[in-house]
């Protein structure tokens, strides 16, 4: 009885300690309530809130179940739909108009909680700090994106590029089917590595590389997190095994970042003590980063944040597009040849390398890559959280509450493009895209937060499917739509990208 009495103490005790605590938190909840209830939206239960709707346990159905949702209030008219994940309550923006005024906004910078599983990765880097901190970095980094240093990458993204052709010459020598995506993924972990750090992981000659592997279960369980609300309680994260196998991974990633600046900035040093040149290939956004440690912007930890951010960004992202890219190409013989003669113009059948002037003269591949983005966008969703009440296309939008923004739902919704499921690279030609608002295709993001690699992937992939165009053919045997999209972290393919691949007679 004495205990039950010292139990009620105590948590009265607790409630009048933290009353104020309790008090406002109950009150900004009750204030999200009460300005989401004005948005239109599919009718939520206490707790499973939305999730009724969709099996969140296979994942290969999620997409087409979002997508018929979405266009559901589109149709209706709607720009912004509330949706609730489970006990969490969410703004989804369904319209281009909407879209633009969101990503446009400066106020609306700050990422959604459910960046959070990236934190102990990324820290706050470019991708996941905000306020002054990301201001100040997005100028200390933007010049790290000059075209000059972007067209200096060019002879890395040239380099991989052919060691990638080597790889896989031994399926058309065979005629055996392949699945492209790991091949494609570890040339792009290559790329990224050798162009951030001035590094190189070697990932297309040694495929059992510890940091590819722990990046690759990092992006799988991170995305396990997002989706399954019961995961952020940590006592669960921990005992469904997921935490500690994150935290192994994490480690390991970590470890090799650290190592490799460490080495660098120790190169830096003797550098600028001028011990030794150093070639150019190694001219990396790394040794920018090290220039602003010199002068006392960034420390070791700040360095360590946006080289894991651009690693985390910048490879499964082009890897899945290029990989799509492939897999659509595969699938349309003539789009292919139209590629292939534009490759043959600019190189006439050499095997040179790639310079700036060729990738500006690729209009066509231009075209393709784009609409392979407007239909398998790499990232899966952007997330913000609204930190000050603002008012957005007259709706009104509470402190507190979360926008997710889902590129899927504007890139194949049939309002906006006509046969939004066939690939058509004439979706992108002047005429198309003049006809249409310019916020229909985000692949990239759009506004202050957009990718800052953009241009940076661009290049990437126009210099690595030209290529590619340069020596084989490729065809599928597998239907179209077989390979559904997985929304993990970085969009993926059910079946990654199983294809056959065969010398270009024509061109040897
Ligand atoms: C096809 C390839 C790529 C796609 C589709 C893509 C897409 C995106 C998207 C959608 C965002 C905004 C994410 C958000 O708001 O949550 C973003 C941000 C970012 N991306 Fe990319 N990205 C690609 C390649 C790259 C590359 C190659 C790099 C670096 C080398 C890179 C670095 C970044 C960084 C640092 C940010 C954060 C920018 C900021 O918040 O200021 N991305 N990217």
């Known amino acids: ?302 360095i360590r944040e946006e080289v894991d951010t651009f690693m985390f960004e910048g490879h499964d992202t082009t890897a899945a597009s290029m990989g799509w890219t492939l897999w659509c190409m595969a699938h349309n013989p003539e789009i292919q040849e139209k590629v292939i003669e534009e490759v043959d113009r600019i190189f006439g059948g050499s095997d040179r390398d790639c310079t700036n002037e060729d990738l500006k003269q690729m209009k066509y591949l231009e075209k393709c890559l784009k609409e392979s983005l407007r239909m398998f966008p790499p990232v899966p969703f952007f997330g913000r959280k609204v930190e000050k009440d603002v008012v957005i296309h007259g709706n009104f939008l509470p402190k507190g509450v979360r926008i997710i923004l889902v590129p899927l739902v504007l890139q194949r919704n049939p309002l906006l493009f006509e046969n939004p499921n066939v690939y058509d690279p004439e979706n992108f030609s002047e005429e198309k895209m003049s006809n249409r608002h310019a916020y229909s295709d985000v692949p990239f993001s759009a506004g202050p937060r957009n990718c800052i690699g953009q241009k940076f992937a661009m290049m990437e992939e126009k210099a690595v499917i030209s290529w590619f165009f340069r020596k084989y053919r490729i065809r599928a045997n597998v239907a179209f739509e077989d390979a559904k999209i997985l929304p993990e972290i970085i969009m993926k393919s059910s079946l990654g990208f199983p294809v056959t691949i065969t010398h270009r007679m024509d061109n040897k």
């Open 1 to 302: 009885m004495q205990f039950l009495y010292l139990a009620i103490i105590f948590i009265l005790g607790l409630l009048i300690f933290y009353y104020k605590l309790i008090y406002n938190s109950i009150r900004d909840r009750l204030r999200i309530y009460h300005y989401l209830s004005k948005f239109d939206g599919p009718l939520a239960f206490p707790l499973v809130g939305n999730l009724y709707l969709v099996n969140i346990f296979d994942i290969s159905k999620l997409v087409d179940q979002v997508l018929n949702l979405a266009w559901y209030y589109c149709n209706k008219g709607c720009g912004i739909v509330q949706l609730w994940i489970g006990p969490v309550p969410m703004l989804a923006v369904v319209n281009p108009i909407h879209a633009k005024e969101i990503l446009e906004s400066n106020e609306v910078i700050t990422k959604a909680d459910e960046y959070e599983i990236l934190f102990p990765w990324l820290g706050r880097g470019l991708l996941t700090s905000t306020g002054d901190k990301w201001r100040q970095r997005r100028k200390m980094l933007t010049p790290a994106f000059h075209f000059k240093v972007l067209n200096d990458f060019l002879s890395v993204h040239d380099y991989q590029a052919k060691v990638f052709l080597d790889q896989i010459k031994q399926f058309a020598d065979s005629g055996e089917e392949v699945d492209l995506f790991p091949y494609i993924k570890r040339m792009a972990l290559d790329i990224i590595c050798e162009t951030s750090m001035g590094a190189t992981v070697d990932a297309q000659n040694n495929h059992d590389h510890q940091y590819v592997e722990s990046v690759r279960r990092l992006s799988e369980i991170g995305f396990l997190w997002i989706i399954y609300p019961w995961l952020k309680i940590k006592p669960i994260w921990y005992l469904s095994g997921y935490g500690a196998e994150y935290d192994r991974h994490l480690k390991i990633v970590l470890d090799f970042t650290r190592n490799v600046i460490e080495e660098k900035w120790t190169e830096y040093q003797q550098y600028q003590l001028g011990a030794e040149k150093k070639d150019k290939r190694s001219m990396a956004f790394l040794d920018l980063l090290l220039q602003l440690r010199s002068e006392g912007l960034m420390n070791e930890e700040d």
